[in-house]
């Protein structure tokens, strides 16, 4: 994944200033919730998604702010979120990350974090997977030759938190060899294109020519535009597309010369609420931005502007929107069954658990088939599907099961797992929401030379790593050793009886030649939790620190 251009580091916002572009790259750290709303209104921050993540990650420093003695002043946060959300009303993802993270509140701080870090590990992986369809789509309409397109604004990993939608395609184009040249709006008044896009057209290596707005459309009618892509930052339940300013003129001429228009954003930018995209609420900005640039005067004083920050483009001028679920056959058609919304949580989920799942296949630890992964979706889980290689797996190679009895509940006629009832027996004795079993290979010897004929307890002594597995010791730890069944099944009722009578026990547990499970409230903790045991298992067997077993159970 591309280099992300917004971090959380020991409680303080990291991101760029877009300001200081392109002549510097300077290090903006946010730490209040009046830095977060100065940052977006004055583009310090911008890009719908970008704008979103930081909005999660205002309402943390909100609800750090607002925390006394382990308390946190809901009302406070509340009221500060409010004001996080108004700071530019045009763009959804504001909103929407605002209330993602504040739908965490009543868990706590850390759960808000979280919440954030999940957004912004997201970000990446949705803007990927929009942008890949994206290239696929422009390919397929315009043909298999290099191909010369246009696009406005700036919409790459300065917009987003890693590798752009927009220019997210753009750049698989490039990386596929299939890019001649890409033309770059200026995008008058604050020459985004002009500042970010041709900087980061640089960066990247693609070819680019840079022009005025207003030689768009005779770019288009001298024959040097084969599609123009943009992206967007509200699409209504009409699929009238909100963009930055300039964005309509550009899909009327492309209309006329009959050039492909083509939009890419994440779903969380389809805002179904609002139906129209005459409802949208277009931000004036200061007459300012129009009569001077730089500080320096160019018209007259006291001249009167009018100064939209976007405009809207209605549904029947554009060609195609694409999300990371791929083309919207109908933009206008309005998601708002629970069976839909249902679908796209496990789809994310399921596009979730491939990454990591290719991750871990990459580092030995899901050889072949082998290994599972789950995330929880209230009373069903997510898992991967029996007999893939986790090497290939994709958002819809998954399982939806129930957790009260582990079996199927979709109608994809797939079958879950083996191992599902250890993801099950884990959810029904414990508040997790994500599950990793996995086959590393030091953990895995340490399983088969601790292993009894029941169940029996491994302790670790002495190792740092032990506070990355939720010990309720710092130094040492007891970590069950499950035996292996051929029933697998089996496996899953010893677990469930286990976890059970030990409330206590930690996140982690072995099953003897037959690889570890690890869970936790978030997938990347679970994977976190299982990287510390392999660490610590690498250790025992390279030191001869021996683990010391404490009995039968």
């Not at 195609?320 to 919207?328: K, M, Y």
Request: with cysteine; hydrophobic share 45%.
């Amino acid at each position: 994944m591309d280099q992300s251009s917004i971090a959380w580091a020991d409680g303080v916002l990291v991101t760029i200033d877009q300001r200081a572009l392109p002549h510097e790259v300077r290090e903006l750290r946010i730490t209040t919730v009046d830095e977060v709303i100065d940052a977006i209104k004055t583009l310090a921050v911008r890009g719908a998604p970008a704008i979103g993540v930081c909005g999660a990650f205002g309402v943390v420093i909100a609800a750090l702010a607002a925390s006394a003695d382990g308390v946190v002043d809901a009302a406070r946060v509340e009221a500060e979120a409010a004001r996080i959300a108004d700071a530019r009303p045009t763009a959804v993802n504001l909103a929407w990350g605002v209330q993602r993270t504040l739908a965490k509140l009543s868990e706590g701080v850390q759960a808000m974090l979280d919440e954030a870090l999940e957004m912004l590990a997201e970000d990446g992986r949705v803007n990927l997977a929009a942008a890949t369809e994206a290239a696929d789509l422009i390919q397929k309409l315009c043909g298999d030759r290099p191909l010369r397109l246009l696009t406005h604004c700036n919409t790459g990993r300065l917009a987003t938190t890693a590798w752009g939608t927009a220019i997210g395609a753009l750049r698989v184009l490039h990386q596929r060899d299939a890019l001649a040249e890409v033309i770059v709006d200026e995008t008058r008044p604050l020459l985004q294109g002009a500042r970010l896009t041709a900087w980061e057209m640089a960066e990247a290596g693609i070819p680019h020519r840079l022009t005025i707005d207003s030689a768009a459309a005779w770019a288009m009618a001298t024959e040097q535009v084969d599609a123009v892509v943009v992206g967007a930052d509200r699409i209504t339940a009409d699929g009238a597309v909100a963009n930055k300013i300039g964005t309509y003129m550009l899909a009327i001429a492309a209309k006329h010369h009959g050039i492909p228009f083509i939009v890419v954003a994440p779903e969380s930018t389809r805002d179904i609420s609002t139906a129209r995209g005459s409802d949208i609420v277009v931000e004036q900005r200061a007459a300012a931005e129009v009569t001077g640039f730089g500080g320096v005067a160019t018209a007259p004083e006291g001249t009167k502007t009018f100064n939209p920050a976007f405009d809207v483009t209605p549904a029947e001028l554009v060609t195609a929107v694409v999300t990371e679920f791929g083309v919207l056959a109908d933009p206008s058609a309005a998601r708002t069954s629970a069976a839909s919304t249902d679908t796209a949580r496990t789809i994310a989920a399921g596009a979730e658990i491939a990454n990591i799942a290719r991750g871990l296949y990459a580092s030995g630890w899901m050889p072949g088939t082998a290994g599972n992964i789950s995330v929880r979706q209230g009373d069903t889980a997510v898992i991967t599907a029996s007999g893939l290689s986790k090497g290939e797996l994709t958002a819809t190679d998954m399982v939806t099961v129930a957790v009260v009895d582990s079996k199927p509940v979709d109608a994809s006629g797939r079958k879950p797992s083996a191992e599902t009832t250890i993801h099950t027996a884990v959810y029904r004795t414990r508040g997790a929401d994500a599950v990793v079993h996995v086959h590393p290979p030091h953990a895995t010897a340490v399983s088969i030379k601790t292993a009894g004929s029941g169940v029996t307890t491994t302790r670790f002594a002495g190792y740092e790593l032990i506070k990355g597995l939720g010990s309720a010791r710092p130094d040492v730890i007891d970590i069950p050793v499950f035996p292996n069944h051929a029933d697998v099944p089996q496996i899953g009722v010893d677990i469930e009886k286990y976890l059970t009578e030990h409330p206590d026990a930690p996140p982690v547990l072995f099953i003897a030649g037959h690889g570890i499970t690890a869970w936790g409230a978030t997938l990347a903790q679970a994977r976190d939790r299982a990287e510390c045991l392999e660490a610590m298992c690498e250790l025992t067997n390279l030191t001869g620190h021996r683990e010391i077993p404490v009995g039968q159970n």
